[in-house]
């Protein structure tokens, strides 16, 4: 019981991020593009790539070919009700872009996520414009093999006009981690938000999680004991 306690409270200290792309101001039915390093801070890198994946399965491998060092950040509220799910922006592809009546034109190009360390798991949460016909999209772990080849780990498949949780979110993981991830759009263009990730913890990390668990866990322990002790003396006083 303790020491599944202390693995619980130790996997609540794992390194992780989240990124709801509400930093980038100004935009607002049209895109801000951004560069492929603008969330580095948080360890991850993210470019738009030309659509190389529809059709590929577990297993697979492909090479990625880059379109733009980067990718596009917006609030498109009047489009289609697409809000975010964390208010007021979104990501799109680097060449999602308005046309004269502000539609998202470009559908075939791919996110690619580059993570610093590798993940063990990763979601995100599809925007919700409303109405919007169903399309599949797919979230997808990678391995990095080098020069810019990546074999598919793992695959979820969703429809992109779901509007609430958990239909709208895709999540994937990978016992042993997973190097980059993919957001494929196969026949329209997608908006994406929140990305959440949660690192593979290096070995020193996870010992010092836990004894960081176990401390705060054996404190709490000694504090009750000590408290049921005195009130114990306080009754046969
Ligand atoms: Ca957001
Ligand atoms: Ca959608
Ligand atoms: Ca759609």
Redo the contacts with the bound molecule.
């Keep these: 019981m303790k020491l599944a306690l202390c693995a619980l409270l130790g996997a609540a200290l794992l390194p992780a991020g989240l990124i709801n792309f509400d930093d980038v101001s100004g935009p607002v039915n049209t895109r801000a593009v951004q560069q492929s390093n603008h969330y580095s801070a948080q360890g991850v890198l993210i470019q738009t790539i030309l659509n190389a994946t529809d059709g590929l399965q577990v297993g697979d491998t492909f090479t990625a070919t880059p379109r733009d060092d980067g990718f596009g950040v917006g609030a498109f509220a009047t489009i289609n009700a697409a809000t975010a799910t964390s208010s007021p922006n979104f990501a799109v592809s680097h060449h999602v872009v308005c046309d004269p009546t502000c539609h998202a034109v470009f559908a075939s190009d791919e996110l690619l996520f580059s993570f610093d360390t590798p993940v063990a798991s990763a979601s995100l949460v599809t925007d919700t414009?409303n109405p919007?016909?169903?399309?599949v999209v797919r979230l997808i772990a990678l391995k990095r093999l080098g020069g810019n080849q990546y074999q598919i780990l793992a695959i979820t498949s969703g429809?992109?006009?779901a509007t609430s949780f958990p239909a709208n979110q895709l999540q994937v993981a990978v016992d042993g981690g997973f190097t980059d991830l993919l957001f494929e759009t196969t026949?329209?263009a997608?908006g994406i938000d929140n990305l959440d990730f949660t690192n593979v913890p290096e070995p020193s990390t996870i010992s010092l999680a836990l004894l960081g668990a176990c401390a705060i866990y054996s404190v709490r322990r000694i504090t009750s004991a000590a408290i049921s002790n005195e009130r114990s003396r306080s009754r046969c006083s």
């Design positions: 414009a919007e016909a169903a399309d429809l992109d006009n026949t329209e997608e």
